[in-house]
Structure formats: C-alpha cells, structure tokens
C-alpha cells in the first residue's frame, strides 16, 4: 500500500457500506430496484470506489448530480444506467446521448429546447413537481401533468422511460407531514392513471428517496432512489430506522504537537477559550478546510485514545486544539473527529446536532484535500488522493 499523508484522512469501510446495502434491498417490495444515490462524489465517500463496489453488487441504476458526474461514472466503467436528477443545460444534449445517460425534463420547455438541441435521441425521465418546490412540472391536476407529458413524447428526439418526483418530508414526524408525503405519491400516481386512460405507458414511475424508500415502500415505485442510507447515516436522526446502519466514513487527523498550559492562558483566534485550569493541550491537524466546520468551535468533542475530549478554542483553516488532560496522548496519535476509537463514538449526526445541519453536510464537506483511504474489514485496499 502506497504511503499516504495521515494528517487529515476519511477512512471509507467498505464492508460496512456492503452491509448497508443489504439491509436496504430487504426494504425493496415487488420488483422495485434499489438506485444508487452516487451524486457530490458519492456523499464525499469517492464516487469511483463507491459506483465501482455497488456495480459489484449488482445494481445497475445509478443517480447523479449533474452531466460531469455521469460522464465520471461511465469514465469508471460503470455500464448501468445512470440519471441525472437535476437539470441539464440543452448545450449538453449530445454528451447525452453519446454517453447513454438519462436526462431529466424539468419542463414542457427544457424538454423543447433539449429535443431541437439533439441529433439523437435522449433518454429521459420527466420531474413532477408534487410538493417539493425545486423542478419538475407543476400543475393543479395530474389530468394537466399528463397533458404536459404526452407533448414531451411527441417531441421527435426525446425517449420518455420514466416520471418520477421527490418527497420533501418523507422523513417528518407529525400526521401533516405523513398527509403531504402521500398526496404527493397519490399525485404521480394519478397522473399515471390519466396516462394510461390516454393509451400511454412509460416504462418507470418512481418516487422514493431513503426516507421514502424505508417509511413508504411502495412497489409502485420502481426504484428506491437510496443516498444516506447507503453511506450509513439516517435521513432524520430523530425518526427511528427499523435497522442500525453503519456509517461508512470516519474522519481521522494526527496529533501534532502537545503541550501544557496555565490557568488564564489562551487557545486559539479571538481568545474565545481561557484555560479556568491548568491543561493538557493536543493540537490536530485538520481544520474547516478540510470540512471540519469552523462552527463546531467550542462546541464538538473528538476521541483521543479512545476517550473523549473537547475541542476548545476557535477550529483553525488546518488545525484545532483539543483539551487532553489526564489523557495519555503522544505526538503521531490518531484524533478520531467522528467515528469510533475504543467504546466510543462520535457520529455525523452529533456533530450535524451540534450547529444546525444533517449528517448529509458533514459528509459532504469533507474537502478535497482529504485523502480517502479505502479499507475493507481490517485491510487498506487502496488510498485516493485528490489533485485540486
Ligand atoms: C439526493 C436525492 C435522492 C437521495 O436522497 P437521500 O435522502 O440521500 O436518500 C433521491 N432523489 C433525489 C431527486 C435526490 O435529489
């Protein structure tokens, strides 16, 4: 295994994100498919190593971001098909076809403006707008989204496979929360009937994010479209999972340097922290550019020889000062900033609590200059270093 710089890393388990899977597919009813979420590099968990793992899984419908995303994947080897969930500028219609990758339609126009842009035909799944606000076609009856649909199938470049849409509370707690996420599935569901009355049916309707997929599994949805779950966070760390997960990343920066201070002594820009006794100082090095939020500053704990222990002081741009009395902690330690050390944990989700985001944030930020280091079971299987 090739060295690699262990002053910031993210370990990615690949077992545990195997396991995941698995338990996700046992919430899969009929013949519905899971689609593999793989979008802002897959969660932040390396969209080559994750597409590559769950192609070898067997999964063959990917989802993505956006056309450069798409174009990595198929760069990869990835030969399943892979929509992108966004909107896709016309200009990029015949990356499109050149790469078989299924577009969204977002309106009656941008479908317009993708079929004239086009010298072949493209793929595509249309967005309903049923409640989420974001993209897709709106309208105040599925009679008129039905409407809208059949003008987009007369369009001469364009191939409709699938309608679909996306809760915006599948993961809510209260009764009004659970009325709106079924009247948006009963909305494309009933565009889906008026289809069928006009003699039209398209090959895949689809409507289930993770929370969709697990708290309203449906087989009429013939994909779960599953992101957060497969990289082992909850979509509502407050809405119980009927299975523990396995979150898939641990984030992990080496101690750099220790020291004592007094009592009155400052730590860190704005001497927001003043020792009230005397302290045992580690610095780390990792820092909010490497997605380690400068909000948590004073606020998170990290795991140090397996015990937990505050940051103080205000998070740096590449390092951060932890109180580590009474610990016994040596330079070239390991500093877990979320993962396990020992009995102890720290999630995604504490540190999301801890200022106001999800779990889905924290993953996500975590930079560029990080270093993904692959690890299956106990063994590193491979380092991916990025050049930014
Ligand atoms: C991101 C996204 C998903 C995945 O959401 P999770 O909550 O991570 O499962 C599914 N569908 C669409 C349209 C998305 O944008």
């Known amino acids: 295994m090739k060295p690699f710089l262990k002053r910031a890393y993210a370990e990615i388990h690949l077992d545990r994100a195997r396991r995941n899977i698995e338990k996700l597919k046992t919430l899969l009813k009929g013949d519905a498919q899971l689609m593999a979420v793989v979008k802002a590099n897959a969660y932040g968990h390396d969209d080559k190593t994750m597409s590559v793992l769950f192609q070898s899984m067997g999964i063959n419908n990917f989802a993505v971001s956006n056309i450069h995303e798409a174009e990595n994947l198929r760069r990869y080897g990835i030969n399943g098909d892979i929509l992108i969930l966004g909107y896709t500028s016309p200009e990029y219609a015949g990356e499109l076809s050149e790469n078989n990758i299924i577009s969204s339609v977002v309106s009656v126009a941008h479908a317009k403006a993708l079929s004239d842009a086009a010298n ?87 409507f289930s994010n993770s929370a969709g997929g697990t708290y309203y599994s449906d087989e009429r949805s013939a994909f779960s479209r599953f992101g957060i779950m497969m990289y082992g966070c909850a979509p509502n760390s407050a809405k119980p999972l009927p299975f523990e997960l396995e979150p898939v990343m ?40 490497d997605g380690y939020s400068r909000l ?50 720290i999630t995604a989700d504490e540190l999301a609590d801890l200022y106001g985001t999800i779990s889905y944030e924290i993953v996500c930020n975590i930079s560029m200059r990080v270093p993904r280091v692959i690890i299956d079971g106990d063994e590193i299987t491979d380092v991916i270093e990025y050049h930014y």
């Open 120 to 206: 072949s035909p493209v793929r595509v799944h249309i967005k309903l707008d049923t409640g989420m606000g974001r993209i897709g076609l709106r309208n105040d009856t599925p009679k008129e989204t039905a409407d809208e649909i059949a003008q987009i199938i007369s369009l001469p470049n364009i191939v409709v496979e699938g309608i679909f849409t996306h809760f915006s509370v599948a993961d809510g707690t209260t009764d009004e929360d659970d009325e709106y996420t079924l009247r948006q599935r009963d909305f494309i569901l009933d565009t889906d009937k008026e289809l069928r009355n006009m003699g039209i049916s398209i090959p895949k309707l689809h």
């Open 250 to 289: 641990e984030l992990k920066a080496e101690v750099s340097h220790i020291k004592t201070i007094q009592k009155g002594d400052c730590v860190s820009y704005g001497r927001t922290f003043i020792a009230d006794r005397d302290m045992k100082v580690a610095t780390v090095t990792i820092g909010y550019a």
């Open 296 to 345: 948590l500053s004073g606020k998170a704990s990290a795991l140090v020889c397996g015990k937990r222990v505050p940051v103080i002081g205000r998070v740096c741009m590449d390092q951060l000062m932890l109180d580590v009395t009474g610990v016994d902690v040596s330079v070239g330690d390991i500093a877990t900033m979320f993962g396990c050390d020992g009995n102890e944990r």
